[in-house]
């Protein structure tokens, strides 16, 4: 299985800050990638898919980056919205695997 | 809009059954692969079973293969997910998905909780 490890696991930013989430593959996974967002509560959704693709309607100061092993998520200008718990997830071979999770707090 | 609403979770004992159901609406059923994607209390998330857009093909995660069926009516629009021989480490929200073809679960349902306890 690719185990897929994300850093941090928390993370605490201020308002208007950038804040980076990284995840690392097992393997190389050829930017078969996804970020995700789960709030507070809620579901999951889609941000980024292919290591650099925003999905339709995610806001544009969030991007992704990387590719082979090594991936990122950047959130710009951080608002008080995008507190949440981050995940990546390859999805390149099943199993199809996610990392543990970042949580982002604000500061 | 894009809905996928689950049904049928709750408290179950353990070795017994339980099926899931999600019907989805807004898109062309048919068209896509679906997923059943789980997560355990405060716990991080975890890809259960994925099906092809017609049903010809399933994949499953190791600790389920041989107790857990995922399946679809596309007639019906509903995606399935029947668990047997269900242990604690089942327990979990579990999450209809729709598998993006350029990969990814781009839509989720609410999720819906499963007990398994005695």
């Known amino acids: 299985d690719i185990q897929m490890t994300q850093s941090p696991a928390s993370l605490s930013a201020s308002l208007g800050e950038t804040v980076t989430i990284e995840c690392l593959a097992s393997e190389d996974i050829y930017s078969n990638l996804a970020w995700y967002q789960q709030k507070p509560g809620k579901s999951p959704q889609l941000l980024i898919y292919?290591?650099?693709s925003l999905n339709d309607g995610v806001p544009s100061r969030f991007s992704g980056s990387g590719s082979g092993t090594q991936y990122s998520l950047k959130i710009n200008s951080l608002q008080s919205e995008d507190v949440s718990i981050y995940f990546c997830?390859?999805?390149?071979?099943?199993?199809?695997?996610f990392g543990g999770g970042t949580k982002l707090e604000l500061k | 809009e894009v809905q996928l609403v689950e049904s049928g979770g709750g408290l179950v004992q353990p070795g017994r059954s339980m099926k899931l159901s999600c019907a989805a609406s807004?898109?062309?059923?048919?068209?896509?692969?679906m997923a059943w994607v789980r997560q355990a209390p405060t716990k991080g998330l975890e890809w259960v079973a994925t099906i092809s857009y017609d049903g010809s093909s399933t994949y499953y995660r190791d600790s389920v293969k041989g107790r857990f069926t995922i399946s679809r009516d596309n007639a019906k629009s509903t995606l399935y997910l029947q668990m047997n021989s269900l242990r604690s480490e089942d327990t979990a929200t579990y999450y209809c998905?729709?598998?993006?073809?350029?990969?990814?679960?781009?839509?989720w349902g609410q999720g819906v909780m499963v007990t398994v306890s005695s």
């Open positions: 292919y290591a650099n």
């Open positions: 997830q390859q999805n390149y071979d099943s199993p199809w695997t």
């Open positions: 807004g898109f062309t059923f048919s068209n896509y692969g």
């Open positions: 998905t729709r598998s993006s073809f350029p990969g990814g679960f781009d839509y």
